[in-house]
Nanobody, 115 residues
Framework: QVQLVESGGGLVQPGGSLTLSCAASKTIFSFSTMGWYRQAPGKERELVAVIGSGGLSNYADSVKGRFTISRDSRKNTVYLQMNGLKPEDTAVYYC?????????WGQGTQVTVSS
């Protein structure tokens, strides 16, 4: 059973930065993709950023130029560096990993952008 544990969420002022971490219970190279999703109150869960096993990444238009997804295979961890945060970035952020035909989700971490 794969476990994903997110951390790094919190309260930040507009324009601030946060870095989210997603620690996997096995080597991240076993996953075809890993990504970050978010869900705001009353809204559907949406893709924020994804990184493939080959290192290619993709971003939602709303976060391009502000967020960066990266990984550290030694720590089996994927990161989401978030800069220039806006109130509309407020959501629960989830980590997802895909291995074969299976999807695994973390428990989520709350990010609140407010003054």
């Amino acid at each position: 059973q794969v476990q994903l544990v997110e951390s790094g969420g919190g309260l930040v002022q507009p324009g601030g930065s946060l870095t989210l971490s997603c620690a996997a219970s096995k080597t991240i190279f076993s996953f075809s993709t890993m990504g970050w999703y978010r869900q705001a109150p009353g809204k559907e869960r949406e893709l924020v950023a994804v990184i493939g096993s080959g290192g290619l990444s993709n971003y939602a238009d709303s976060v391009k130029g502000r967020f960066t997804i990266s990984r550290d295979s030694r720590k089996n961890t994927v990161y989401l560096q978030m800069n220039g945060l806006k109130p509309e970035d407020t959501a629960v952020y989830y980590c997802k990993a895909v291995e074969g035909g299976r999807q695994y989700w973390g428990q989520g971490t709350q990010v609140t952008v407010s003054s």
